[in-house]
């Protein structure tokens, strides 16, 4: 197996504002791989257009992720930040990965069953072979490493199969099988309305997430909104049972205070919630709130962020260039 470069790939879509899951469940883990490998920093524009999307409000989502990450501590001169679309070689080599894919991986997905429902005759045809877009992403940069969440397992096992595949078809050692970063427990965070199912920008609710564009008094009112029971906080994880709601809020309070979730019940054992959110809402707008500060600061310079994201747009064609043109050399197609 060939030595690859150690490589690292993630995206955001620009689809309604990023939420404290994105943060925690993605931004915020990023930040220490930048001194660890080369890091390619991804706003997925069009992964976005899969289902519809107002032009104008797209590219202001599109510069607004690009803002969240930067305030949140992704470094341009450490890693490569773009857009998508400026990039040709991932919609390049998705149809060259259409043509690898098989139709039963694509039919075993679960989260196009999730997305369309029951319009699946109605979704478009770009939300069926977003798999195959994701593992170009990956691929057009032949990353090594990839952070998921639990929800993103499958897509990054296509990842693998397609790559595969295509070395398997041509007869070649040229895709590396991508590995996965798993980061801790808050990794999945949940809705404040339901702790039973994911934080989400397309919730109807808005008290069900924390927008990294809230100001310091929205995010503490959610907090303090936030649905819990009326039983004591136990010692132990263990002991909160099917407390989904609970369970939420502890580990959302072990993520933005990088302890453990187990430290954090034993220091509130016996104490009810009023306490322990009053405490969650004081943490949640310590560590957010220069954030959301710092994001509606950059989100008044569009000049400079427009020239962040031209830069990576740059930077990302350099290395993705020469591996579309070895692809398509192994392909067979003719090149002036």
């Known amino acids: 197996m060939k030595d690859f470069k150690q490589r690292v790939f993630s995206g955001v879509q620009p689809s309604g504002d990023l939420t404290l899951g994105n943060y925690l469940g993605a931004i915020k883990n990023w930040i220490g791989l930048q001194d660890t490998y080369e890091t390619i920093f991804c706003v997925v524009d069009l992964h976005a257009i899969t289902t519809w999307q107002e032009p ?9 992720v690009a803002a969240g990450m930067i305030a949140s501590g992704i470094d341009p001169k450490k890693s490569i930040i773009f857009n998508q679309s400026q990039v040709s070689a991932h919609a390049e080599l998705a149809w060259i990965f259409n043509c690898v894919a098989r139709m039963g991986w694509l039919n075993r997905m679960t989260q196009f069953k999730e997305k369309a429902g029951k319009n699946k005759e109605r979704a ?50 040229f895709f590396p099988e991508v590995e996965p970063l798993i980061f801790g427990a808050a990794t999945r965070v949940m809705s404040l309305r339901d702790g039973n199912i994911k934080m989400s920008k397309s919730d109807p609710s808005e008290n069900s997430r924390i927008n990294l564009t809230d100001n310091r008094d929205l995010i ?19 002991e909160l049972g099917d407390r989904a709601e609970a369970k939420n809020l502890i580990n959302i309070f072990a993520a933005l205070s990088e302890r453990d979730a187990e430290a954090v019940c034993l220091d509130y054992e016996g104490r009810g919630f009023a306490e322990f959110k009053r405490d969650l809402a004081d943490l949640s707008v310590s560590v ?33 260039s020469p591996i579309l043109k070895q692809v398509q050399e192994i392909v067979g197609f003719l090149r002036p």
């Open 56 to 64: 104008d409000i797209l590219r202001n989502a599109t510069r607004e």
């Open 124 to 173: 478009s045809v770009g939300l069926y072979v977003y798999p195959d877009l994701m593992a170009a992403d990956i691929l057009t940069y032949r990353a090594t490493h990839v952070p998921v969440g639990a929800d993103q397992k499958q897509h990054l096992e296509l990842t693998r199969d397609i790559a595969q595949k295509f070395n398997s078809d041509y007869g070649v050692d």
């Open 220 to 238: 503490s009112k959610k907090i303090q909104k936030a649905r819990t029971d009326s039983e004591p906080l136990p010692a132990t994880l263990s």
């Open 288 to 320: 957010l709130g220069p954030i959301t500060e710092e994001m509606a600061r950059l989100m008044n310079d569009k000049t400079y962020l427009d020239g962040i994201l031209s830069e990576g747009a740059n930077n990302a064609n350099k290395l993705a």
